[in-house]
């Protein structure tokens, strides 16, 4: 038995990994952690902000609010894309994770 996924999750992963290969901030800068939601490092804000303009940055979200529509399965991709390479989606993970997930399933 062969686990993996079908060709269009492929692709999804082939494109996140050049978006990737071509954003990702330099380690340099990357060593710069926040001690805080309300310290974030400038690099912190620009990455996170260049991945809400190209999708990235909650890509199950649909396009008009700045995903890709991803399915479950591309969502696992995209995960372990970015753990694979140790890269910090967001620095507010409250934000994001929570209140943006709740504006777009009850809000207006």
Do not use: C
Request: negative net charge.
């Amino acid at each position: 038995m062969r686990f993996g996924y079908d060709e269009k999750t492929e692709a999804f992963r082939d494109q996140l990994v050049a978006w990737l290969e071509a954003n990702l901030p330099d380690p340099s800068l990357t060593a710069e952690r926040p001690t805080s939601s309300a310290d974030i490092p400038a690099w912190a804000r620009e990455f996170q902000r260049q991945m809400f303009d190209d999708g990235w940055l909650s890509p199950t979200y649909p396009p008009e609010l700045g995903g890709r529509n991803a399915d479950l399965f591309e969502q696992m991709v995209y995960l372990e894309e970015l753990g694979r390479r140790h890269v910090t989606r967001s620095f507010n993970p409250q934000g994001l994770g929570i209140v943006s997930a709740s504006i777009v399933s009850f809000g207006n």
